[in-house]
């Protein structure tokens, strides 16, 4: 998993597990990485995916999702 790409990132968690259920509803395997800092709360949240499935994702989630 250390070859893993991030395609997304945001400091909302509930946006990150958004984009993590279209993508595994696409077939992926999408991984949410906490990089918030608990004490201070400053941060942000990353979804990772292989790196076969990069290109596949990005235009997901750009064609597919949309946050108002």
């Known amino acids: ?7 997304f ?8 597990e958004i984009v993590i259920a279209v993508l595994q ?3 992926l395997q999408p991984v949410l990485v ?3 800092d608990a004490a201070y ?4 949240f990353e979804v990772l995916v292989a ?3 990069v290109l596949r ?3 997901i989630i750009e064609n597919d999702i949309e946050f108002k």
């Open 41 to 44: 709360q400053f941060g942000h």
């Open 57 to 59: 994702a990005i235009k």
């Open 25 to 27: 509803e696409s077939g």
């Open 9 to 16: 990132s945001d400091k909302n968690e509930y946006r990150a």
């Open 51 to 53: 790196p076969d499935h």
């Open 1 to 7: 998993m250390s070859n893993w790409q991030k395609v």
């Open 34 to 36: 906490n990089k918030k």
